[in-house]
C-alpha cells in the first residue's frame, strides 16, 4: 500500500516537473520574444533619427542651393542658373530617391533600405505596385521585408556587380515580392540549406529561419533560386 501511494506521488511529481519545464521553456520564448521586439525597437529609433538628420541637413543644403540659384538669376546669369539647378537635381535624384507606394509601412521600410544601400554604394531598382498586405500583421510583413531587403543588400555590397532589384505586384491572387541580387558565386552550392550565420551575411543565412517561419504562418509561398550569378528569393502571401 505504501509503495503505490509512492508510486502515485512520484507520477504526480513528475507531471508537476513536466509543467513546470514546460512553463519555464514558454517563459523563456516570452523573454527571447520581447528582447528582440526591445532591440528593433531600439534599431527603429535610430533609423528614425538618420532620417530626421538627413531632412534637416537636405532643407540646409536647399537654402544654399536656392540662394546661388537666386544670385545667378538676379545678375541674368540664366545659363548658369540653369545648370546649376539641373547639377542639385541629378544629385537630389542620387542622394534623396524617395519611394511613395501608397502604402506608409511599405514606403518606411523601402525608402529606409534604399538609404541604406545607397551608402554601401549598392544600387537598389525598384518597381512597386499599390499593395495593403493587409492578411499580413505589420509586425510580421516589417520583419519580413526587412530580412529579405537587409540580406540583399549586404549579398550585394559583397558582389563585384553590387546590385539589387525588388518588384512588388499581385499575381494570381497573391500579393509577391521578389528580391534579386547580384553575387560573384553559388551561395546555394555552399550552402543548400542557408543556414544562419552573422560571420557570413552574405550567405543569406541571417533571417531565413524567420522569414519561413512568416511565410507558413500565413500560407504562403516560398521560391529561393539561383540564375547568372544572382541570387532570387520570390515571396507570395494570399491577397486581401
Known amino acids: 500500500m505504501r509503495k503505490k501511494v509512492l508510486e502515485q506521488e512520484f507520477i504526480r511529481l513528475n507531471a508537476d516537473y513536466k509543467a513546470l519545464l514546460d512553463e519555464t521553456i514558454q517563459l523563456r520564448e516570452k523573454v527571447a520574444t520581447a528582447d528582440e521586439a526591445l532591440e528593433k525597437m531600439r534599431a527603429t529609433e535610430e533609423d528614425v ?3 530626421h538628420e538627413n531632412t534637416r541637413r537636405l532643407k540646409h543644403d536647399m537654402r544654399n542651393h ?4 537666386a544670385m545667378s538669376l538676379g545678375n541674368e ?3 548658369e542658373a540653369r545648370t546649376y539647378t539641373a547639377q542639385i ?4 535624384n542620387l542622394e534623396y530617391s524617395y519611394i511613395d507606394s501608397g502604402n506608409a509601412l511599405l514606403n518606411y521600410i523601402l525608402n529606409l533600405k534604399l538609404q541604406q544601400a545607397q551608402q554601401m554604394q549598392v544600387h537598389m531598382q525598384l518597381q512597386i505596385e499599390n499593395l495593403k498586405f493587409q492578411k499580413i500583421d505589420s509586425v510580421d510583413f516589417s520583419s519580413l521585408l526587412t530580412n529579405l531587403l537587409d540580406n540583399a543588400i549586404h549579398a550585394a ?5 553590387r546590385q539589387i532589384s525588388v518588384s512588388i505586384s499581385k499575381k494570381r491572387g497573391y500579393e509577391a515580392i521578389s528580391v534579386r541580387n547580384s553575387i560573384n ?3 546555394l552550392a555552399v550552402n543548400p540549406d542557408l543556414h544562419s550565420t552573422h560571420a557570413e551575411p552574405e550567405k543569406h543565412g541571417m533571417g531565413i529561419k524567420q522569414i519561413r517561419a512568416i511565410i507558413e504562418k500565413y500560407n504562403g509561398l516560398l521560391d529561393i533560386y539561383e540564375e547568372d550569378l544572382v541570387f532570387c528569393v520570390n ?3 494570399p491577397a486581401g
Open 235 to 237: 515571396v507570395m502571401l
Open 77 to 79: 546669369k540664366y545659363d
Open 157 to 161: 555590397a559583397n558582389s563585384d556587380k
Open 49 to 51: 533619427r538618420s532620417i
Open 185 to 187: 558565386s553559388s551561395v
Open 66 to 69: 536656392l540662394m546661388v540659384i
Open 89 to 92: 537635381l541629378d544629385k537630389l
